[in-house]
């Protein structure tokens, strides 16, 4: 009998190693408060990791992007959050708009911020939240909205190998520094309007299955988007590319919009697969015509 539960328990150890741990969100929070590290691996994370639960907080009641109706309260997050291989079951709110107070909830993070091979089964809100230090989030999965609209990162960003299955929304999202998306899926509309990259930006074999919206992207880097598929339509009206692109082996399915943007060399489209209607009206190459490139080019 010794034996035989010697061998269970044997057996069960790895199994036990490996299975998830449950955590309340609330957890979380009071460990911010106390202004120690949030650091969780293989666990599942219930309820929703609210950040208008910090204690540090203040009240501004004018945001430069909000109207001056609104009061903004900002969360100061002082101390480190990782998460690796978790499961979020409830939400993720560092942002919460209250129409009817007219109040603006934001977080801000100072210090490093990482998620890694993440499931995030809720909303992901961080408008307009700010990353101070480190931010990091490869291959996690975005099941609801992905909201990362007006955020501003100081440093690099790695997003590769993510799946976001809701809307992404990078919309006036700021990325001062080296920026991959590369492997990433976009099952819905991937919104990067008025985006901001001014370091070199990697969209490597990513999958775009909802609409690409880059218009008025602001590239000030080379951008890498070789190999990548546009199942629906690509928006880059207006896009400008002043240190060269890559589109090498890129699949567009649908509509392919490029009117009047701007391409500088180096700029590589070889083996591009155009499937349907494209419009290159008013596109420039260098200040001359890119219809005339192309044709050159064929």
């Known amino acids: 009998m010794k034996n035989l539960l010697s061998t269970i328990t044997l057996f069960l150890i790895p199994f036990l190693a490996y299975m998830q741990v449950s955590v309340d969100a609330n957890e979380v929070i009071a460990k911010l408060n106390k202004g120690e590290a949030a650091i969780y691996e293989n666990v599942t994370i219930n309820g929703d990791i609210d950040f208008r639960l910090i204690d540090d907080k203040e009240k501004n009641s004018n945001f430069e992007l909000i109207s001056k109706d609104n009061d903004t309260y900002k969360y100061h997050v002082n101390a480190p959050l990782k998460f690796t291989n978790c499961t979020f079951n409830g939400k993720f709110i560092a942002y919460f708009n209250e129409d009817i107070k007219k109040e603006l909830h934001i977080a801000m993070f100072h210090e490093n911020v990482e998620f890694e091979n993440c499931t995030f089964k809720n909303d992901f809100l961080v408008k307009y939240s700010e990353f101070d230090k480190n931010a990091s989030f490869p291959g996690n999965t975005f099941e609801e909205g992905a909201l990362f609209k007006y955020v501003k990162f100081s440093s690099e960003i790695d997003?590769?190998?993510s799946i976001f299955e809701e809307e992404a929304n990078f919309k006036y999202?700021?990325?001062p520094m080296t920026t991959d998306f590369s492997k990433s899926k976009f099952r819905e509309?991937?919104?990067f309007k008025y985006s901001e990259f001014e370091d070199k930006t990697n969209f490597i074999n990513c999958e775009f299955f909802g609409t690409a919206i880059?218009?008025?992207?602001?590239?000030?880097?080379?951008?890498?988007?070789?190999?990548?598929?546009?199942?629906?339509d690509a928006i880059?009206?207006?896009t400008k590319f002043p240190d060269g692109?890559?589109?090498e082996n890129a699949y567009f399915d649908d509509f392919a919009d490029f009117k009047y943007a701007?391409?500088?060399?180096p700029?590589?489209?070889?083996?591009?697969?155009?499937?349907?209607e494209t419009s290159f009206k008013y596109t420039k190459i260098e200040g001359k015509s890119f219809v005339t490139y192309l044709l050159k080019n064929n």
């Open 159 to 161: 997003f590769s190998n």
């Open 236 to 238: 880059f009206k207006y």
């Open 189 to 191: 509309e991937a919104n």
């Open 262 to 265: 701007e391409f500088y060399n």
């Open 245 to 247: 692109v890559n589109f």
């Open 214 to 232: 880059f218009k008025y992207t602001d590239f000030d880097d080379f951008v890498d988007i070789s190999g990548s598929k546009f199942q629906s």
């Open 267 to 276: 700029t590589n489209l070889k083996n591009v697969t155009f499937d349907s």
């Open 173 to 175: 999202a700021k990325f």
